[in-house]
C-alpha cells in the first residue's frame, strides 16, 4: 500500500483506493504521518475535531477506524490501550519517505534532495479537507516548510558543485513567490552571477533589501550583505579557477548503494588511497563519484574526476590527471614546459583536494607509479581510484564494489524501465532478470533498454543468449559500455594467455572450485598445476573470479564471465577436453568419499560433496549429455548413497534412472552397485514400488559372481533371499552378522529387529545393541534410523514422553546431515506422540516445523508421509473432510503405489473409520483386512483387526470386540498402545461387558486366529 499527501491525496494498493470523507482522510494521514508507531486516542481526537469534539469522543474514534478498516482491507490498523497504529513501511508514505531522504543529503549530496523534491506533486495534503483542525494545519505548514528548506538546500549543493545558469528560471520564480527568504535569494544572485548575469544578480540583492525594509522594518543578513560584497569584487562568477569540482551531474537516481557510499567515504577519511575495484559493469565509477559528491563541500580545494578509459597503454596517465583538473599552462606559470608528473606536483602540492582516478586496469602500472608519486609529494591530497584489480600500493585501501542484492537489482530495473513508460507489474519476473545477470548494474541498464520492444517475461526466457540481447546502450557510454559483450571484451584483452586458459576451463564448473579441482581442471599445454594457484590469484585480483569461503577458499565467477568463457573455451576446441578433466576429478573425489560416509568421517566428507554438489550433478550431466554409459554409472555408483544421506532422493533418483537408462558396456560390479542403491531409493516412502523386487534381482544377479565391497551388495544378498523364500526372513539377515564391515554388521541387527517386530516377536534389545554399533561407528543414518524404532517400541508400551525423547535424539543426528526429508518424516511421528500424550500444543508446533521444513523438499515419499499423517491426526480429532483431503493428496503424490496392498489397507480403514452407515462400515472393514492380509505385515494386519473390533463395538458385539482387541495384540506380540482406538475400545467393552467377562473374552481372543476371528463381525448383518 502507498500513501501520498505530497499533493493531490492518493492511496493505492494495486489500484486507487476510495477514502470517503474529510474525518476518514484526516485520519488516515495522522496515522500514516507516524508508520508503525502508536498516535495516542487524544492526539487523533485532537486532530480530526480540533476544539469541537463530539461528547463521546473515544467512540466516534473507535467508529472511525473501523470505517477506516472497511474502506481499506489491505490496510492494517491495529488497536491498542493508548492509540492506535498503522502498520505499514515508512517508505510507503510519500512525506515520511521525504524527510528520510531530507535527512540522509548531508553524505549523498543534491542527488538525494532532488529524489526527495520529486516526490511533491502539489500542495501538502491537497484534497484531504479536514476542517478547523490546528494539528492538521500545523502539519501541512510543517511539511511545505521543509519543502522549501529542501529546495534551498538543493540549490546550495548544486552551486557548490559548479551548477547556475540552469538554476536561473526556477529560483526566479521561487523568489517571487517567497521574496523574503534570504537563501532563495542568495542562491538565485549566485546563479545568475554563474551565468555572467552579474547586473541581475545586484538588482536581486536590491529588491530584497527593499522588501525587507518595507515589510520587516530589518536589514539583509550579513551573509546575504557579504555576498553582495563579494560580487562587486567580482570574486563570485564564471572563473574556472573557481569551480570546486568537474563530477557533472547525473541524469539518473542512484539506486542500491547508499551504505558503500557511507562506507567509501569513510575509508577515504581514514585512508590517502582508497580503490574500488569490481567487475566491468559493476558500477564502480557511479560509486565513486556519488561519494566524491559528498566530499566536495569540506575540501578547501574539490574533488575531481580523472577519466582514464580513453588513454592509451603508452599514453601519459600525468598528461591525463593535468586536463581532468583543467590546468592549463597560464595557471602552472613557470612549470609549464617541465615533465607532466613535475607539473602536476607543482600545481596541487599545497591543495587539499581528491582526486577520482577512473578505469585504472589498463594502465595499472601508470596509474600506481603516479599515485605513489603524488600522495608522497602533495600532503593535503587523497586519491580515490576504480579497477578491476588494486593498485597494489602500501597502505591502500581496498573496497570490493558487490553486484546488487535482488531487491535493490529489481529497484533499478523498475526505475529505468519506468523511464521508458513500461507498466512492470511482477517483481518476479523482474528477479529473475536481475539474477541471471548476477546483479550487476551496466547489464540491468541494458536490460531496460531491451523492454523498449519486449516485455520482461520475454527477457526472461531469452536471457540465455544474453550477449546478443543485451546491445544498445547509451549513445554517450564509452563504447565497452554500450553492449555486454564489449564490457566483457575489454576484461578478455587485458589477460595473458596462462589467465585466458584458465578462466576458460574454469566454466566448466559449476558452484564454484577448489584450488585442488582447479589445478586438476585447468592444468594444460600452457599451464603446469604448480601455476594455477598463482593465475587464480590474479583473476581475483582483475574482479573475474570471485574467492569465497571460509577456511581454504573457493572459486567461482559470475553468470556473465562464465557464458562468456565457456563461448571461448569453445572457440578453442576444448570444450570436451575440459568436460572430460572435470568429470575424472570428481568421481574420483565421490569415490573417495563413498565408503568413508558410513564412518565417523561421515560430516567431514558430506561438508566437503555437499560444496561440490553442483559439480558432482554437472559431472553427471555431462556424462549423460555425451552418452557415456559407463562414465554415468560409475558417478552413479559413487555419489548414490550421498544423494540418498543427505536427503537429495528425487534428484538422485532422476540422474540414477537416466544413467541406467544409457545404453552401452558398463562393468557388472557397477551395474550391480546402481541397481541395488535404485532399491533403495524404490523402497522410501509408504509406497513400495513394485519394480523394487526387480531392482534386488537384477543387483544379485550382476552382482553374484564378483566380491562384494560395496556395502549395497552385501544388502542385497538378504533382500534376494528373503524375495525367494519369505519363511527365510530372519535367517536372510542374521548370514550377515559376522560380516567383515561393522556398518553392514549393525544395519543387519536392526534389519532383523524391524522383522521381529512385524512378525510379533521381541525386538527391542536388537535395536538398543544396533544403536550401541552405529554410535561406535559414528554413523548418523544409522543412529537416527535405531533411535526412531526404539521409539517406536517405546510408544506401543504408551512410554510416549521417553519415545519422543529418542525422537529428539534422532532429529538431532539428522539434522547434522541437513536431510530435510528426514527430519520432515521424524517430526510428523513425534507429532503423533505429542497428540497420544495430550500435549495438542506440541503437536502442532511439531507439525508446523515438518512442515516448514517441508517446503525445501521434493521427494513424493517424504510428502506423502506428511499427509499420511495429518490424516490420520485428523482422523483422531474427528476431522473428517481433513482426514480424506489429506489422505487424498498422499495418494496423488505417490501415483500408481497408491495401489499397493498396505495403502489400499489404510484407504479402507479410514473410510470405515467415518461411515455412518454400518454396512458400509463393514464393506471396507472387511476390505482392509483383505488388502492387510495381502502384505503379511503384523502392523498392518493389526490395524485391520483393531478396526473390525470397532465395528463390532458400533454393532454392540462387546464380546467380540474384547476378542479382536487380545487378537489384534498378539498378532503384533504386544498391546500397542499407540494406537488410541485400542485403550477406547476397551474401556467401551468393559463398561458394558465388565472386568471379569471382558478378560475371558480377551483371553479366547488370544488363543484364536484373528482370520477366524474376524468372520463373524464382517458377517453381513
Known amino acids: ?148 528548506t529542501a529546495m534551498e538546500d538543493r540549490f546550495e549543493a548544486e552551486l557548490d558543485l559548479g551548477g547556475g545558469a540552469d538554476l536561473v528560471p526556477e529560483l526566479t520564480d521561487l523568489v517571487a513567490a517567497h521574496p523574503v527568504r534570504e537563501r532563495l535569494v542568495a542562491a538565485l544572485m549566485r546563479a545568475l552571477a554563474a551565468a555572467g548575469r552579474n547586473t541581475e544578480a545586484l538588482q536581486a540583492f536590491q529588491r530584497i533589501r527593499e522588501t525587507l525594509a518595507d515589510e520587516l522594518g530589518a ?86 574526476l580523472v577519466e582514464l578509459a580513453a588513454v592509451g597503454s603508452g599514453d601519459d596517465v600525468a598528461q591525463a590527471t593535468l586536463s581532468g583538473l583543467g590546468l592549463r599552462d597560464a595557471l602552472l606559470g613557470e612549470a609549464s614546459a617541465a615533465d607532466p608528473v613535475d607539473r602536476l606536483v607543482s600545481a596541487i602540492r599545497d591543495r587539499e583536494t581528491l582526486l577520482v582516478l577512473d578505469n585504472c586496469e589498463h594502465v595499472i602500472e601508470s596509474a600506481a607509479a603516479l599515485a605513489h608519486r603524488l600522495l608522497g609529494e602533495c600532503r593535503g591530497l587523497r586519491i580515490l581510484a576504480t579497477s578491476r584489480e588494486p593498485l597494489g600500493i602500501t597502505g591502500e585501501a581496498l573496497w570490493p564494489v558487490e553486484p546488487l542484492a535482488r531487491a535493490e537489482a529489481v529497484q533499478l530495473l523498475r526505475d529505468r524501465a519506468t523511464t521508458r513508460n513500461q507498466e512492470l507489474a511482477d517483481d518476479r519476473t523482474l528477479a529473475r532478470i536481475c539474477t541471471a545477470l548476477d546483479g550487476m548494474p551496466l547489464a540491468i541498464e541494458l536490460a531496460a533498454v531491451r523492454l523498449r520492444t519486449m516485455s520482461a517475461e520475454q527477457l526472461a526466457d531469452r536471457l540465455d543468449d544474453r550477449f546478443r540481447l543485451l546491445t544498445g546502450g547509451s549513445r554517450t557510454a564509452l563504447p565497452r559500455h554500450r553492449t555486454l559483450r564489449a564490457m566483457v571484451d575489454w576484461s578478455w584483452e587485458l589477460l595473458s594467455d596462462g589467465e585466458r586458459l584458465v578462466l576458460s576451463r574454469l566454466s566448466v564448473f559449476a558452484g564454484g572450485a577448489s584450488l585442488e579441482a582447479a589445478e586438476r581442471v585447468c592444468a594444460g599445454e600452457l599451464v603446469d598445476e604448480y601455476e594455477v594457484l598463482d593465475l587464480l590469484a590474479a583473476l581475483s585480483d582483475k574482479s573475474l573470479l570471485v574467492a569465497f569461503g571460509e577456511g581454504a577458499p573457493r572459486y567461482r565467477m559470475l553468470g556473465t564471465i562464465k557464458e562468456y568463457s565457456a563461448a571461448r573455451l569453445a572457440e578453442a576446441g576444448e570444450t570436451e577436453l575440459a568436460r572430460q578433466a572435470h568429470l575424472a576429478y570428481f568421481t574420483e573425489l565421490a569415490e573417495t568419499a563413498e565408503p568413508r560416509l558410513r564412518r565417523g568421517e561421515q560430516l567431514e566428507w558430506l561438508t566437503v ?125 542374521e548370514s550377515l552378522l559376522d560380516d567383515e564391515d561393522p556398518w553392514v554388521r549393525a544395519l543387519s541387527r536392526l534389519h532383523i529387529g524391524k522383522l521381529r517386530m512385524m512378525l510379533g516377536q521381541d525386538c527391542e534389545s536388537w535395536f538398543d545393541e ?110 473428517a473432510q481433513d482426514a480424506f483431503d489429506q489422505f487424498g493428496h498422499a495418494m496423488s503424490l505417490l501415483g500408481d503405489e497408491a495401489q499397493q496392498p498396505h495403502l489400499r489397507a489404510a484407504a479402507h480403514d479410514l473410510h470405515a473409520w467415518f461411515a455412518t452407515d454400518l454396512e458400509e462400515a463393514r464393506e471396507h472393514r472387511a476390505a482392509a483386512c483383505d488388502a492387510a492380509a495381502e502384505t503379511g505385515r503384523a502392523p498392518e494386519i493389526a490395524q485391520a483387526v483393531v478396526g473390525v473390533a470397532d465395528l463390532a463395538l458400533r454393532r454392540a458385539q462387546y464380546e467380540h470386540a474384547a476378542r479382536l482387541l487380545a487378537a489384534s495384540a498378539q498378532v503384533l506380540g504386544r498391546k500397542d498402545l499407540s494406537n488410541p482406538d485400542v485403550p477406547r475400545i476397551e474401556q467401551e467393552a468393559r463398561n458394558h461387558l465388565g472386568d471379569a467377562a471382558f478378560d475371558r473374552a480377551a483371553w479366547e481372543g488370544a488363543a484364536g486366529v484373528w482370520t477366524d476371528l474376524v468372520t463373524e463381525p464382517l458377517t453381513r448383518a
Open 770 to 879: 544396533s544403536l550401541v554399533e552405529f554410535q561406535v561407528l559414528g554413523e548418523r543414518f544409522g543412529i537416527s534410523f535405531a533411535q526412531t524404532e526404539l521409539a517406536g517400541c517405546l510408544a506401543m508400551r504408551g512410554e510416549f514422553g521417553e519415545a519422543s525423547e529418542h525422537f529428539d535424539q534422532a532429529i538431532a543426528v539428522v539434522a547434522e546431515l541437513d536431510a530435510l526429508d528426514d527430519i520432515v518424516q521424524l517430526r510428523m511421528r513425534q507429532a503423533r506422540l505429542h497428540w497420544l500424550a495430550g500435549d495438542k500444543d506440541a503437536c502442532a508446533a511439531a507439525v508446523a516445523e515438518a512442515e516448514r521444513l517441508a517446503e525445501g523438499v521434493t521427494w513424493p515419499g517424504t510428502l506423502a508421509s506428511l499427509a499420511l499423517v495429518r490424516a490420520e491426526l485428523a482422523r483422531w480429532n474427528g476431522n
Open 219 to 304: 536589514d539583509p543578513s550579513p551573509e546575504l550583505s557579504a555576498l553582495h560584497v563579494a560580487l562587486l569584487r567580482g570574486e563570485v562568477g564564471r572563473r574556472e579557477e573557481s569551480r570546486k569540482t568537474n563530477l557533472r551531474a547525473e541524469f539518473t537516481s542512484y539506486i542500491g548503494k547508499e551504505a558503500d557510499v557511507a562506507a567509501v567515504r569513510d575509508l577515504v577519511s581514514r585512508h590517502r588511497l582508497t580503490t574500488l575495484t569490481g567487475p566491468g559493469g559493476s558500477g564502480k565509477t557511479r560509486l565513486a563519484t556519488e561519494t566524491a559528491r559528498t566530499l566536495v563541500s569540506g575540501l578547501h580545494h574539490g574533488a575531481w
Open 609 to 733: 560433496l555437499k560444496a561440490e554438489h553442483d559439480n558432482l550433478v554437472s559431472a553427471m550431466r555431462g556424462a549423460l549429455a555425451a552418452g557415456d554409459a559407463h562414465a554415468a554409472m560409475r558417478l552413479a555408483a559413487a555419489c548414490g548413497w550421498y544423494w540418498w544421506l543427505v536427503g537429495r532422493k528425487a534428484e538422485g533418483m532422476e540422474l540414477i534412472a537416466a544413467a541406467i537408462g544409457i545404453p552401452g558396456e558398463v562393468p557388472d560390479g557397477t551395474r550391480a552397485i546402481v541397481y541395488a542403491l535404485t532399491s533403495m531409493f524404490a523402497t522410501s516412502g509408504p509406497g513400495d514400488m513394485p519394480e523394487a523386487a526387480q531392482w534386488i534381482h537384477k543387483a544379485y544377479e550382476f552382482g553374484k559372481h564378483g566380491r562384494h565391497l560395496h556395502a549395497a551388495l552385501r544388502l542385497v544378498v538378504p533382500l534376494e533371499m528373503m524375495l525367494r523364500d519369505t519363511d527365510a526372513l530372519l535367517p536372510a539377515w
Open 1 to 148: 500500500m502507498q500513501i501520498k499527501i505530497l499533493g493531490p491525496f492518493e492511496v493505492r494498493d494495486g489500484t486507487t483506493a476510495e477514502v470517503p470523507g474529510a474525518r476518514l482522510r484526516g485520519l488516515l494521514v495522522a496515522l500514516a504521518l507516524r508508520p508503525g508507531q502508536v498516535v495516542p486516542k487524544a492526539s487523533l481526537i485532537d486532530w480530526i475535531w480540533g476544539e469541537q469534539p463530539p461528547a463521546d469522543a473515544a467512540n466516534a474514534l473507535q467508529r472511525l477506524v473501523s470505517r477506516l478498516r472497511k474502506a481499506l482491507p489491505g490496510a492494517v490498523v491495529e488497536g491498542l490501550t493508548d492509540g492506535y497504529r498503522l502498520a505499514i513501511d515508512a517508505d510507503a508514505v510519500d512525506a515520511v519517505r521525504f524527510e528520510r531522504l531530507v535527512a540522509q543529503a548531508r553524505d549523498h549530496g543534491p542527488g538525494r534532495l532532488r529524489e526527495a523534491l520529486e516526490l511533491w506533486r502539489g500542495p501538502a495534503m491537497q484534497d484531504v479537507g479536514l476542517q478547523d483542525s490546528d494539528a492538521f494545519d500545523a502539519a501541512a505548514t510543517r511539511l511545505e516548510s521543509l519543502r522549501l
